[in-house]
């Protein structure tokens, strides 16, 4: 058990145990629906599974899907002169071609 302090540490001990409880208690909220989400997600797959759908490929593609996302909000998120110098990079990359690359292109051109 730890010793108590004989100094202030400059917080108020109630307002921190306060918020620890409430981080907690999110958290435990969090597991739960994070359980919910996985057994919803799993029968989404049976179901997909009995209608004959070739489910890993399926998980494979919605993968996939959600990776192009959050690239294309990390791209958005760049200023202007980072998503240039990004593009330009891209291009000996031999990934001047890729839909996250296309798609700045065609928003910049309708903005013109």
Do not use: W
Not at 52 to 64: A, G, N, R, T
Not at 73 to 88: G, I, S, V, Y
């Amino acid at each position: 058990m730890a010793k108590q302090a004989n100094y202030s540490n400059g917080f108020d001990n109630e307002t921190v145990k306060k918020f620890l409880a409430r981080i907690d208690n999110l958290y435990e909220g969090f597991e739960t629906k994070r359980a919910d989400f996985r057994n919803d997600l799993k029968a989404l797959y049976e179901d997909a599974e009995e209608k004959h759908l070739p489910v890993d490929e399926l998980k494979k593609l919605v993968k996939v899907r959600r990776d192009i996302a959050k690239h294309e909000r990390m791209f958005e998120a760049l200023d202007a002169e980072a998503r240039e110098r990004m593009e330009q990079l891209a291009i000996p990359a031999g990934l001047d071609d890729l839909p996250l690359f296309k798609a700045a292109d065609e928003r910049a051109a309708a903005a013109e």
